[in-house]
Nanobody, 120 residues
């Protein structure tokens, strides 16, 4: 079982920035590089939604209306991927989950979730 370790959540004021990170210490560098990485979030009362994803080949996808404020990055040698968030709004308050998934979907792993709270 692959463990993903999230960090970087917390409380931030509206308009502020925050970076979340997701490490996969149990994976080898070569294995990590085979995965697509993604971030999802779930706000209270809402379904989980895609924030952004970054494939092993560099293909980027964004959730609705999030392009421009959220950007992913990955460091395959460090076996870590990150979510850079700026111009945060109170409606961005949610639990954020990192995700690793092979392109076929045969293997998929989730982080434990980290709370992001944006105050107005």
């Amino acid at each position: 079982q692959v463990q993903l370790v999230e960090s970087g959540g917390g409380l931030v004021q509206a308009g502020g920035s925050l970076t979340l990170s997701c490490a996969a210490p149990s994976l080898s560098v070569s294995a990590f590089s085979l995965y697509d990485v993604a971030w999802y979030r779930r706000a209270p009362g809402n379904a989980r939604e895609l924030v952004t994803s970054l494939s092993r080949d560099g293909l980027l996808r964004y959730g609705d209306s999030l392009r421009g404020r959220f950007s992913p990055s990955r460091n395959d040698l460090g076996k870590i991927h990150s979510l850079h968030m700026k111009s945060l709004k109170p409606e961005d308050t949610a639990v954020y989950y990192c995700n690793l998934r092979t392109s076929t979907g045969a293997d998929e792993y989730w982080g434990q979730g980290t709370q992001v709270t944006v105050s107005s």
